[in-house]
């Protein structure tokens, strides 16, 4: 089972930088169309959104730790 932290973390940094690749060429097209405030305001939503859904994910996965009894503290 030593291998599951390994997988998982390596599967994590691939989303993650395809995510941001993706991210950063979407915000690239975004510009060369519309205005530099309107790409501001679609970019600081899109960070809200962001926030929000890895803060509302936190909650639920603390949640459903505490609901099966892991223990979640600091040694």
């Known amino acids: 089972m030593d291998w599951v ?3 998982f973390g390596t599967f994590k940094v691939v989303m993650l930088g395809i995510g941001m690749y993706f991210a950063i060429k979407w915000h690239y097209d ?4 519309l ?3 309107a790409v501001l305001r679609a970019g600081g939503t899109m960070v809200a959104v962001f926030a929000l859904s890895l803060l ?3 909650l639920l996965v603390f949640g459903l730790s505490r609901m099966l009894g892991l223990d979640l503290s600091l040694p």
Do not use: A, Y
């Not at 975004?30 to 169309?33: I, N, Y």
């Open 56 to 58: 509302g994910l936190g």
């Open 5 to 7: 932290p390994i997988v």
């Open 35 to 37: 205005e530099r405030g």
């Open 30 to 33: 975004q510009g060369k169309k």
